[in-house]
C-alpha cells in the first residue's frame, strides 16, 4: 500500500451503526425518538431538522425541543441497552486510538463511513459514548474528537508554535513539516510518531494546509489557497524547476490540476504578475530564482552597474544566465553608445 493509499483507507468497523443506533433507541419514547433522528439526521437521507423545524411539527419551544434531546442522549447512556453495546463504544474508542487519539470530524467520519447517512449513525455514536469528547470548532482549528485531552491540547500547542515559524508565503513539503511539527509535540507516545498520524494532526489546523501538490505553508498563502491561473502557473514554475514556455504552462494546469486554462490567459497573467520573469521568446521564469526583469538591454545594463567593467565575454555569460536570447542580440545591444561604451582596456561598462 502507497503512503497516499494509507492516509485514505476505511477503518472498517465490525458492528453496523444504524442496528446499533435501533437497539439503543429501545428504552426511548416516541417522540425522544423522533426528536434525536430530525437532530442527528437519524434518516434515509441523512437531512437534519433544527430546533425551530421540530418545535412547530410538535408545537413547543425550541428550548424544549433542546431539553428533550438532552434527556434521550442522557438517559441512553444510562439505560441497560447502553451497557449491552460496551463492545461497540470499546472498538470505536480503539479505532480513535489508531488514528491518533484527536482526530478533525470529518476526517474521522469520512474515514469511519462510507456514505453520508453511515456517517451521521456514527457520529450520534460518538455524541452518545462517555469516552468520545467534541471540541467544537474556532478561529483556529476544525471540528475535532478526542479520547485524551491532555493530548489534545499538546497538539493545539504545536500548531500554534509550528504556525508562528512559517513564513507568509513559505511552501514546505510534506515530510519536512511533518518533521518540523515533531519538534514541537513534547511528551507523547511513540505509538503516535506516525506520518499518517502526523499529518491528520497536521489537518486539525484551519492557519496550515496544503496545496494541490501536497505541499504545506499557510492556509491563506496565495501558494497555498490557489484561486486563479496566475498562482496555478507559479506551481507549475516551482515544480518544473526551470524556465518554460507559457503554451506549456497553460497544458501542464491543465493536466496536473484538471483546470482548463486558456494560451492567451495563460500568457496574460504571467505578464501582469510579478513572480513571472519573461528570459526569452514566450519564455517564463520565476523572479526567486534571481532572474531580473526588464529588457535584454535593462540586463547589460545591471550587470554592468552591479559589477563594474566587464569584457565581452563576461558580459555575454552573464546576460545569458538571465536571458535565453542569442548571442547576437547582446552584441546588437552592448553596441547602443546611449547606454554602454568600451574603455581603453576594451572592457564595457555603463555610458
Given at each position: 500500500?502507497?503512503?497516499?493509499?494509507?492516509?485514505?483507507?476505511?477503518?472498517?468497523?465490525?458492528?453496523?451503526p444504524k442496528q446499533v443506533v435501533k437497539r439503543l433507541f429501545g428504552s426511548l419514547p416516541d417522540r425522544a425518538q423522533?426528536?434525536?433522528?430530525?437532530?442527528?439526521?437519524?434518516?434515509?437521507?441523512g437531512d437534519e431538522m433544527t430546533l425551530e423545524a421540530i418545535g412547530k411539527k410538535y408545537g413547543i419551544t425550541r428550548e424544549r425541543v433542546r431539553q428533550i434531546e438532552n434527556y434521550a442522549v442522557n438517559h441512553i447512556r444510562k439505560a441497560n441497552t447502553y451497557e449491552k453495546e460496551k463492545a461497540v463504544f470499546d472498538e470505536l474508542k480503539n479505532t480513535i486510538s489508531k488514528m491518533g487519539g484527536v482526530v478533525a470530524e470529518d476526517d474521522l467520519l469520512n474515514h469511519l463511513g462510507s456514505d453520508t447517512v453511515t456517517r451521521k449513525y456514527i457520529h450520534f455514536l460518538l455524541v452518545v459514548g462517555d469516552d468520545f469528547n467534541k471540541i467544537k470548532e474556532d478561529t483556529e482549528f476544525k471540528h475535532r474528537w478526542h479520547i485524551d485531552g491532555e493530548l489534545a491540547e499538546k497538539i493545539h500547542d504545536a500548531l500554534r508554535k509550528l504556525y508562528?515559524?512559517?513564513g507568509d508565503d513559505e511552501i514546505i513539503p510534506e515530510s519536512e513539516i511533518v518533521a518540523s511539527f515533531l519538534e514541537h509535540l513534547k511528551d507523547i507516545s511513540n505509538d503516535y510518531k506516525?506520518?499518517?498520524?502526523?499529518?491528520?494532526?497536521l489537518s486539525i489546523s484551519k492557519n496550515v494546509a496544503k496545496n494541490p501538490l501536497g505541499e504545506w505553508g499557510r492556509s491563506k498563502s496565495s501558494n497555498i489557497k490557489t484561486k486563479g491561473v496566475r498562482d496555478y502557473a507559479y506551481l507549475i514554475l516551482r515544480k518544473h524547476g526551470s524556465p518554460i514556455h507559457f503554451?506549456?504552462?497553460a497544458k501542464l494546469i491543465g493536466e496536473v490540476f484538471k483546470k482548463k486554462a486558456h494560451v492567451a490567459t495563460t500568457h496574460n497573467e504571467l505578464i501582469k504578475d510579478p513572480r513571472f520573469v519573461l528570459v526569452g521568446r514566450g519564455l517564463y521564469a520565476l523572479k526567486e530564482w534571481g532572474y531580473s526583469t526588464g529588457i535584454v538591454k535593462d540586463v547589460i545594463y545591471e550587470i554592468l552597474k552591479k559589477n563594474g567593467p566587464l569584457s565581452k565575454e563576461d558580459v555575454l555569460e552573464k546576460v545569458m544566465k538571465e536571458r535565453y536570447v542569442k548571442a547576437n542580440t547582446v552584441?546588437?545591444?552592448?553596441?547602443n553608445p546611449k547606454f554602454?561604451?568600451?574603455?581603453?582596456q576594451g572592457m564595457y561598462t555603463v555610458a
Open positions: 500500500m502507497t503512503k497516499e493509499a494509507s492516509k485514505n483507507k476505511m477503518f472498517a468497523l465490525s458492528f453496523n423522533d426528536v434525536i433522528v430530525g437532530r442527528f439526521g437519524l434518516n434515509q437521507t508562528t515559524k512559517l506516525q506520518d499518517e498520524i502526523l499529518t491528520r494532526w503554451r506549456e504552462v552584441m546588437v545591444n552592448l553596441q554602454f561604451k568600451k574603455n581603453k
